[in-house]
């Protein structure tokens, strides 16, 4: 079965200090990654996407996910984190079969940042 | 260019009535998902459709759920007979025609209370 599975439910970090989201997928095939991020009472807003090429791809508001092929991962990354990055964060697979282009979720993580 | 919408954005029904969730997708986008958030958990894939056309509803509930996306206006989720389970976030988001590396663009949800 395809999965997406986020392993820390919160991430606390400092202002200032790099931070990472972690993310591993279960899918056949290539994957089609994703990361979006969730502010309170909003909607999801992408963030970043791999579909090929770098291992390393940029995104929006400075973040950026490293791909990893053997270890399944796509871990989301920042250098510099901000209090306004704190929101919750979803890694997500797209799932191609038959005709569907589904997104299949992580169980998403909260971001703290802490001034 | 008009991100997705969808409304209402809050709504509110006692146990037994019709729920009624429109969701108007970004121009030129002819690819419409419905996913549903509920509380402290991630997002499930409910049903992708194309003008006319239910292309995946493999998770939509059996029963009282329903989706259509004729060929004029929004998108409908239509739950019948609501029960205090039905109570989510609906999300709707949109893509571009065909089955490429797009991400899909996400609205800002309708909250559905169910009394």
């Known amino acids: 079965a395809q999965s997406v599975a986020q392993p820390e439910d919160q991430v606390n970090v400092a202002e200032g200090n790099p931070l990472t989201v972690k993310c591993t997928y279960s899918?056949?095939?290539?994957?089609?990654l994703f990361w979006y991020v969730q502010y309170p009472n909003r909607g999801l807003q992408f963030l970043l996407k791999?579909?090929?090429?770098?291992?390393l791809v940029k995104g929006s508001y400075g973040f950026e996910a490293e791909f990893n092929k053997s270890q399944t991962s796509f871990h989301l990354k920042k250098p510099s984190a901000l209090v306004s990055d704190s929101a919750l964060y979803f890694c997500?697979?797209?799932?191609?079969?038959?005709?569907?282009?589904?997104?299949?979720f992580g169980q998403g993580t909260t971001l703290q940042v802490k001034p | 260019n008009a991100g997705v919408m969808q409304n209402p954005r809050h709504l509110v029904r006692r146990r037994g009535q019709e729920a009624r969730l429109r969701c108007s997708p970004m121009?030129?986008?002819?690819?419409v998902y419905w996913y549903r958030q509920l509380p402290e958990e991630g997002l499930k894939f409910m049903v992708y459709?194309?003008?006319?056309?239910?292309?995946?509803e493999s998770g939509m509930p059996k029963e009282r759920f329903s989706a259509e996306f004729p060929k004029e206006g929004p998108s409908i989720l239509r739950i019948q007979q609501v029960v205090r389970g039905d109570s989510a976030a609906y999300f709707c988001?949109?893509?571009?025609?065909?089955?490429?590396?797009?991400?899909?663009?996400f609205g800002p949800g309708t909250r559905l209370t169910v009394t």
């Open positions: 899918v056949s095939g290539n994957p089609y």
């Open positions: 997500a697979v797209r799932v191609f079969s038959g005709n569907t282009g589904k997104l299949i």
């Open positions: 791999y579909i090929t090429g770098d291992n």
């Open positions: 121009k030129g986008h002819s690819h």
């Open positions: 988001a949109s893509s571009p025609p065909g089955t490429g590396s797009y991400e899909q663009y």
């Open positions: 459709l194309q003008k006319e056309n239910i292309i995946d």
